[in-house]
């Protein structure tokens, strides 16, 4: 019976995952060492021999020969380490005082429960050696991108396997908003960071970490992975728009130029894999003036005011230019803040048009209909749609004349 549990726990241990065979070897040999210690107080005089292949490993007892006097009056005959001459030549009859007698011992000689608690000191040091493997790989592995199989998922979190079979989680505020993973999706994620919980490493994947934007960099543009071209920074509105800052020392590569390739080639993979995110690349430069005009790209600026003290930016614009630098959600200026390091804060340039007004302002007595319907056409202002003919303004907005002409009265009486 302990001979089968013996090889039942072999059969396991050649299965474990990160752990060499030669490690595996040394903590077997070292469990029976330390059995063998409470069994005979040393083991010094032990050899053992461990068969992975087989499922099986083999005690040997070294004893030296004594002379038979002193194995029956001796206070220091020990039996471990000493065999009389009488008992060694029932061995082997040409046996002589002084040499040494070895002799296997059988697991049977450790008793039932002994076995047992073998197997389970075994059992136990090999998962807790393959948890700090697992453990150091992956703590190796932080920032790099992997590619993994969808095992399960649930309201707060995915499980995902590795090639290994290792378990890695994809928390949901990991996620960009619109993931959808089903069981045996395949997913690629960034190693976040590698966590202890109960004595067990937990992987944390991320899709939303600016890392994993760099690294989708680094596989898509050649440039980056060679270090021609350094991201500077990253900032992410997951799944909304992202601003990548990037530089060359090489004046001969354009880098915003490579990074998004020809017709977009390269950029597009990366925009696909984060849900039709979309990307900003932008030359970063010292300036601070022009950085934050490069950050709220696509918006045109007419001049900007800078308080390094207060890390604070004003940012002038022409009325139509206002809603771009804001963005969709105030993401723009929001990345544009980020990415620059100031608080941006919009103005109209009321310089260049003193006296125009914003559309919005005309909704108590235009209706949100129209006022779409002029803003679709690029007329935010008063003054813009003013600009206009009535037969352009029916043409390009499908409005009937008489809708326009009460339009073009509103706006006329503002400036009257």
């Known amino acids: 019976m ?17 752990i060499d065979r030669a490690t595996l070897m040394s903590i077997i040999e070292d469990v029976f060492r330390s059995l063998i210690k409470k069994k005979f107080i040393s083991d010094e005089n032990f050899d053992i021999i461990v068969n992975p292949d087989r499922g099986d490993l083999e005690i040997w007892r070294n004893r030296t020969i004594v002379d038979d006097e002193f194995a029956e009056d001796s206070f220091d005959f020990n039996e471990n380490i000493h065999i009389s001459l009488a008992d060694a030549r029932k061995i082997e009859p040409d046996f002589e005082i002084g040499e040494e007698v070895t002799d296997q011992l059988s697991l049977e000689d450790f008793g039932r429960r002994s076995v047992l608690a073998i197997r389970q000191n075994l059992v136990s040091r090999i998962l807790d050696l393959e948890k700090d493997s697992l453990y150091k790989k992956y703590k190796d592995r932080v920032g790099d991108i992997l590619t993994g199989e969808v095992y399960q998922t649930w309201k707060k979190e995915t499980l995902i396997l590795d090639d290994e079979g290792n378990e890695l989680i994809l928390p949901k505020s990991e996620q960009i908003p619109s993931d959808f993973f089903k069981k045996g999706d395949s997913v690629r994620a960034v190693v976040a960071r590698v966590e202890m919980k109960n004595n067990s490493p937990v992987i944390i994947l991320s899709r939303t970490s600016p890392v994993f934007l760099e690294k989708l960099f680094e596989q898509e543009v050649p440039e980056v992975f060679d270090g021609l071209i350094t991201i500077k920074k990253i900032v992410r509105e997951p799944g909304e728009r992202a601003k990548v800052a990037v530089e060359s020392y090489d004046d001969r590569i354009d880098p915003v130029g490579a990074c998004v390739g020809m017709k977009g080639s390269r950029i597009h993979g990366i925009v696909r894999e984060l849900r039709n995110e979309n990307i900003d690349v932008i030359n970063f430069t010292n300036n601070s003036q022009l950085f934050i005009s490069r950050a709220l790209s696509p918006a045109k600026i007419t001049s900007i005011k800078i308080d390094d003290e207060t890390k604070r930016a004003d940012v002038y614009l022409k009325p139509d230019q206002v809603s771009l630098a804001i963005g969709k959600g105030g993401h723009n200026i929001k990345l544009a803040g980020k990415l620059t ?7 109209r340039d009321t310089q260049e048009d003193n006296e125009d007004v914003d559309l919005e302002e005309f909704a108590d007595e235009i209706e949100s ?18 600009e206009l003919t009535n037969t352009e303004l029916v043409k390009r907005t499908d409005l009937e ?4 002409d009460e339009v073009r009265k509103i706006l006329r009486s503002e400036f009257e």
């Open 341 to 347: 390091g100031y608080e941006i804060d919009v103005y």
């Open 369 to 386: 209909w129209i006022i779409d319907a002029l803003k679709n056409i690029g007329c935010d202002t008063a003054k813009s749609v003013l």
């Open 2 to 18: 302990e001979k089968i549990n013996l090889v039942e726990s072999f059969s396991e241990f050649k299965e474990v995952k990160n």
């Open 401 to 404: 004349v008489e809708t326009i």
